[in-house]
């Protein structure tokens, strides 16, 4: 037999099928035939003897295909009868949903022909319902694990926050290899730093002492299954303290786990007496103010100096009251100090204005530092009066370090958004960050708010509208 | 001394406008992730698309040809997988594709979707945002845009639960022991727009409470023609408009509570 690349046999390269045998080579060459007229009526429907499936559908016969076809079907049909109608030959199978009713669907898969030049058109169709029920199969079972990952998703949720809402430091271990698989974040603040590759860690390399490493684990594991404490001196991130270890044990996916609470004991090592009065005799004589603040800047400790520097005269008029409201910039100068504390640990050195409350102000240089030995979270500030530009080489040291830093956040976002996106949206950004500081120290006071930033109370309005705030 | 002080306070000055816009570009950087060109999305989602259908797809592969390109995983689960997955809607519709191979595809992209799911560190303090119940009806056999939309919400704070494959009994159920902030189904084909308005006429029946009933997907325009969708309350794709409606309604609240203590 001959081809060509249009219709695959080329003309008089079969012989001609007499009309009674090629219905029966169209029913036995599909599984389904069907035979249209230019309105897409159906003139005739084969079915294949072989196929019981579909019943009786002698009543399509004289209707319209697309009765008998899901939404979707439809303009894939009438798409192929438009190429066939300007002569071009449709190569692809189509496949189309049948529906009837509305009670069952089934897909075939077609080879859409034209007959002749009056319009007649013969689909020839092989029934996909196997592949649709294996396919209807795998839906099914990629929606339960779906539906099981959800669960999971829920459950995790459950016991990270039963985790984090434990204060004391709890670590689950594995009791075969020592390797701590999950751990609160009492634990992770108390035994690592930030940064800290959490990945790995045995609960004996946790020990003090190298020497007693060896067979750490088996300790533990007999402490847990007779029911007692155990003592052990660890490495914490600030210094080695003695802990009473509470362990207890229990299986999961085939695995001893041991869940262990650490609660650090109150025995003294020598020498820690002695560096606490040294650093209350230090807070109560520098030269430098040193103020401890909560997370939100609100006053709980100070030295004298601060009332110096402020010209405050009693304790009372510092103590409680926010730090912004001794600083030049206010909120802004305290946001930005918060901020870098709280995401890297420790600001070196800042420079503002102090104010002083007879309105006077004078340039000082903090530094700052969270206290992270506090249940609290208390931050520390060290604030030095500048009576000279001696300071002014660390201070630009620093600067640098943090100008790399942002230098390189500059180019993540080069790249990522056009110039004028990344400016229209910063400028959005600094612009809340104003208003909101000028909120913030107006008491909410828009008028006087509007006057700080040098705006018409309109232009505040619009820009609050905008800004969401 | 006053040049002194003079330079001190520029220098003072200039660290705070500097602190001031490197803050806000850190900020502006957690939200502009969309690279600046769109045609790099499609392109993205044109890669996405023919590795979803490849013998040998592997997410982890998948995901890495993309972040080579500058793709942050945000901007994947946001737009290049919406875009692949259209694409092999598109391929189904004009019979370049079986709809064993879109399966395939889709499947795939859903387990990309996990994949980055799965490796981002998730804040489980989800206290600040709505609480919302993201649902697919039992006929719906397309769920990725469920879970996109899960994705989306989770980022933004909000806390979920999706519930794949369901019905109104279900639905019901959930709603009256959970008391959800709101509704969400997702919806992909003809069958099953008409089915989950059905099953949404009937929660609304069932349960006692008013609950804001949102509906999505993202070829909605086109499947819901001819639809009676008057038992949602919103058919929208947009997330800000959905989340609008859930803080207005409960700000609507709050000060009818108000008013009704004042008397």
């Known amino acids: 037999m001959k081809t060509n690349s249009d219709t695959l046999l080329e003309f008089g390269s079969i012989p001609v099928i007499e009309p009674e045998y090629l219905g029966g080579v169209l029913a036995t060459s599909s599984d389904i035939a069907l035979l249209v007229d230019t309105n897409i009526e159906i003139n005739s429907l084969l079915l294949n003897k072989s196929e019981k499936s579909y019943g009786n559908l002698n009543h399509w016969i004289g209707r319209k295909l697309t009765d008998f076809l899901t939404t979707e079907s439809i303009p894939k049909l009438l798409s192929a009868i438009t190429k066939l109608e300007s002569g071009e030959t449709v190569l692809y199978g189509l496949e189309l949903n049948h529906v009837d009713n509305a009670q069952w669907q089934f897909p075939i898969r077609y080879n859409i022909h034209r007959l002749g030049n009056d319009g007649k058109i013969i689909l020839l169709g092989r029934d996909l319902q196997t592949v649709s029920e294996n396919q209807q199969k795998f839906v099914k079972a990629q929606i339960a694990v779906e539906q099981s990952i959800e669960e999971k998703r829920e459950l995790d949720a459950h016991f990270k926050i039963l985790l984090s809402k434990t204060t004391d430091s709890l670590a689950l271990i594995n009791a075969g290899s020592g390797e701590v698989m999950f751990s609160n974040p009492t634990f992770q603040e108390t035994f690592f730093r930030d940064g800290d590759d959490l990945e790995n860690i045995s609960l004996q390399s946790l020990l003090s002492n190298r020497a007693e490493r060896k067979g750490f684990i088996e300790k533990i594991t007999i402490a847990a299954h007779g029911n007692y404490d155990v003592s052990e001196e660890l490495n914490t991130n600030k210094g080695e303290i003695i802990f009473s270890i509470n362990p207890d044990i229990y299986r999961a996916a085939g695995q001893q786990i041991l869940i262990c609470k650490f609660f650090p004991k109150t025995i003294r090592k020598k020498g820690e007496q002695e560096l606490i009065d040294n650093l209350l005799s230090t807070f109560h004589n520098s030269p430098d103010a040193i103020i401890f603040t909560d997370i939100k800047g609100t006053i709980q400790y100070t030295n004298e100096r601060l009332l110096d520097l402020t010209n405050s005269s009693h304790k009372n008029d510092v103590v409680s009251k926010n730090l912004s409201e001794f600083l030049g910039r206010g909120e802004i100068d305290l946001a930005i100090m918060l901020e870098n504390v709280l995401k890297s640990g420790a600001v070196k050195t800042y420079s503002t204005h102090l104010k002083s409350s007879f309105g006077t102000k004078i340039d000082i240089e903090a530094s700052v530092s969270r206290n992270t030995s506090d249940d609290n979270g208390l931050i520390a500030f060290i604030v030095r009066e500048v009576l000279s530009t001696s300071g002014s080489s660390r201070s630009n040291s620093s600067q640098t370090t943090t100008k790399n830093k942002d230098e390189i956040t500059a180019k993540e976002l080069v790249g990522s958004a056009t110039l004028k996106e990344i400016v229209t949206d910063t400028t959005d950004v600094i612009e809340k960050i104003c208003i909101e500081a000028a909120l913030e120290i107006t008491n909410n006071n828009r008028a006087a708010a509007a006057d700080l930033l040098g705006l018409s109370r309109q232009s505040l309005y619009v820009k609050l509208s905008k800004l969401e705030i | ?263």
């Open chain 2, 1 to 263: 001394m006053v040049e002194k002080n003079t330079k001190n306070n520029l220098n003072s000055n200039e660290l705070l406008i500097s602190n001031l816009v490197f803050s806000a570009l850190k900020t502006s950087k957690q939200h502009l992730t969309r690279p600046a060109n769109p045609e790099w999305i499609e392109h993205a989602g044109q890669l996405l698309f023919s590795s979803s259908l490849s013998k040998t797809f592997e997410q982890d592969r998948a995901l890495s040809e993309l972040v080579a390109l500058g793709f942050k995983t945000d901007t994947i689960v946001d737009h290049c997988i919406p875009v692949a997955a259209t694409l092999l809607g598109d391929g189904w519709v004009n019979d370049t594709l079986s709809f064993s191979e879109c399966t395939i595809g889709t499947s795939n992209l859903q387990i990309l979707l996990k994949f980055i799911g799965q490796n981002r560190e998730r804040a489980c303090d989800e206290t600040s945002g709505n609480r919302y119940l993201i649902c697919s009806h039992e006929t719906e056999q397309h769920t990725l845009g469920a879970l996109i939309i899960g994705d989306m919400l989770r980022r933004k704070g909000h806390s979920l639960k999706v519930q794949l494959s369901t019905n109104y009994d279900e639905v019901c159920r959930l709603q009256s022991t959970s008391h959800y902030e709101a509704i969400f189904f997702s919806c992909a084909s003809y069958l099953s727009i008409r089915e989950t308005a059905k099953c949404v006429r009937q929660v609304r029946k069932m349960l006692k409470q008013s609950v804001p009933i949102f509906l999505g997907g993202s070829n909605i325009e086109e499947i819901s023609q001819g639809v009676d969708l008057s038992c949602f309350d919103l058919v929208t794709n947009s997330l800000s408009a959905v989340n609008d409606y859930v803080s207005n309604k409960k700000k609507r609240e709050l000060a009818l509570d108000a008013g009704a203590l004042i008397q």
